[in-house]
């Protein structure tokens, strides 16, 4: 019996202010790794997943042998792909690395091949309901160092937008127990972002990358248009332009704007992407390791976006835990074809229950040096917060259809 035998693990739900799953897996050594499982407003699925159907078949199997345990998790499963069965993977692969690094003294990033660069660069969310309180918001960030900046504004005659918070520095977009509704109108919407860019490259300058996310809320001809009229104020990207079920209409945006296009959030496996790198029609892949399978499969989508020049961008919003952070953090300083990763900072409640090593300063972040992913969960504190549902917000037009999330 080797020390490194998977003797049990456990899922921890918890709800500091957002609801929160994470994997841990103990080895007869004593060693204990931990991987996030958080999967937005369906967190339960992934929580029964793990403890139903993967963990009774993780025992006794050697927690050094990564690659052939996502194998088994992945072929072994017959069904394949999909954000519960990729998620729950994810964490059980982040969980091993996470034990791989404590049991050889080093950080994850060394073991991945060592840092390609000092630190990452993050970009930071700055959100208002008027364009002056986005530049406001992006003026503090900028004050704290950020050097991009993703700027997000509310839409004149539309009474809610998605992706816009009231408070600075955190944004909550599960806000219900029961999905809450937003209106759209493209019209309104296209006509609102070059007023934008146009403020924050008065006010903030040509020194800051500038970032926007649509959130999947454009026809592509309409997310061409809004990429060529944001052409003259050099946006780092445009994200989620339009949903990427139909890989190919991304060429459609490609033919009429140079702006470059980051898509990718909601991708699972490298199948969600492999037409959109192998025909260049993203400049930016923003899968990350807990929706996209774990480190072991984000590295292999890093691998064919590295033959096309397609740079990383993982997510990096609220809902994915520090668990999460940490584990893109050491994939970051690691990855040859590194671009940017999202920081939308947790709260301090998060925080305490989830301590960690990485850290943040002058608009950069490092994972730290502690062996292992540098992060745990505080069990005792994690279960003075219990799960609480909460939905994202679902979006219509204004008669009323069903529009894209
Ligand atoms: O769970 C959904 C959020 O993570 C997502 O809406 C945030 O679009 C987002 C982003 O770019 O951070
Ligand atoms: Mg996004």
Redesign the pocket.
């Known amino acids: 019996m080797s020390s490194s035998e998977i003797t049990g693990a456990r899922v921890i739900v918890t709800c500091p202010g957002r609801n929160f799953v994470t994997l841990k897996i103990e080895t007869r050594g004593g060693v204990t790794g931990v991987g996030d499982a958080t999967l937005?407003g369906r967190e339960l699925a992934v929580a029964s997943y793990l403890s139903e159907h993967v963990i009774p078949c993780l025992i006794g199997r050697d927690a050094h042998r990564i690659e052939d345990v996502w194998q088994y998790l992945y072929k072994g499963a017959y069904w394949r792909r999909g954000p519960v069965t990729m998620s729950a993977i994810a964490a059980v692969d982040t969980a091993l690395w996470d034990i791989k690094g404590k049991i050889a003294g080093l950080p994850v990033y060394q073991l991945l091949g060592g840092a390609s660069r000092d630190s990452v660069m993050v970009y930071g969310h700055a959100n208002g309901e008027t364009i002056e309180q986005t530049i406001d918001e992006a003026l503090k960030y900028k004050a704290e160092g950020y050097k991009a900046i993703r700027l997000q504004s509310g839409v004149p005659g539309l009474r809610s937008t998605y992706?816009v918070s009231k408070t600075f520095g955190y944004y909550e977009?599960a806000d219900a127990a029961l999905p809450t509704e937003n209106l759209w109108s493209s019209e309104k919407y296209l006509r609102s972002v070059p007023p934008l860019f146009a403020a924050a490259r008065e006010a903030l300058g040509w020194d800051v990358h500038l970032l926007h996310?649509i959130?999947h809320r454009l026809t592509p001809i309409e997310a061409g248009r809004l990429g060529k009229d944001l052409e003259p104020y050099r946006p780092f990207w445009l994200?989620d332009a339009t949903p990427a079920e139909n890989q190919a209409s991304f060429r459609l945006i490609r033919q009429h704007t140079t702006t470059p296009l980051a898509v990718g959030?909601i991708f699972n496996t490298i199948w969600d992407c492999r037409q959109l790198i192998e025909e260049q029609l993203i400049d930016y892949i923003r899968a990350t390791v807990v929706h996209a399978g774990g480190i072991t499969h984000l590295r292999r989508i890093a691998s064919l976006a590295d033959l096309y020049n397609v740079r990383t961008g993982c997510?990096g919003?609220t809902?994915l835990s520090p668990v999460c952070m940490a584990a893109a953090l050491h994939f970051d300083l690691s990855v040859p074809n590194f671009g940017v990763q999202?920081y939308?900072r947790h709260t301090a409640e998060t925080d305490a229950v989830f301590p960690h090593a990485y850290t943040f300063s002058n608009g950069s972040m490092h994972p730290g040096e502690a062996p292992g992913l540098g992060v745990d969960i505080d069990e005792a504190l994690a279960a003075k917060y219990p799960y609480r549902p909460a939905y994202?917000p679902v979006n219509r037009l204004e008669d009323g259809t069903m529009h894209s999330w």
């Open positions: 937005n992706g977009p996310d959130h994200e959030e997510h919003a809902d999202e939308m994202l």
